[in-house]
């Protein structure tokens, strides 16, 4: 099972403890372990989303060379990574897109149905 992105609207002070109800959960798809599956899937989408643009915004920090300038440039890197550990976490993200119908299941199809 895959899905297509889909960028967020929760707010950064969304807390990443929540008391969901299974039934609410399960019912786009009738099945709870399904369910958990996709957004668990979508959670690891996001996750590897953010890790990338974290690293491409830190690269361009990387130096070899010890200098003064240095001291400015890490408070920039801290100012980054304080702003990606605000962010709602992948999990809380992908379980509201599921909420919310958000997300796009695409399913292979069955063996029968590949049969000409």
Sequence with gaps: MSMATNKTKLSP???S???????????????????IVLI????????NTLKDELSN?????????????????NREQIEISKHYERM??????????????ELEVVRPQEEDDLEV
């Design 17 to 35: 403890l929540i008391t969901r109800d299974l039934m609410k959960l399960s019912k786009p798809t009738g099945n709870i372990y399904e369910a």
């Design 88 to 101: 709602p976490k992948p999990t809380v993200i992908a379980t509201e897109e599921f909420l919310d119908d």
């Design 57 to 73: 915004k830190l690269s361009d920090f990387a130096t070899t060379v010890d200098n003064l300038e240095e001291v400015f440039e």
């Design 13 to 15: 002070t969304k807390a």
């Design 40 to 47: 668990g899937k979508r959670s690891n989408q996001l996750s």
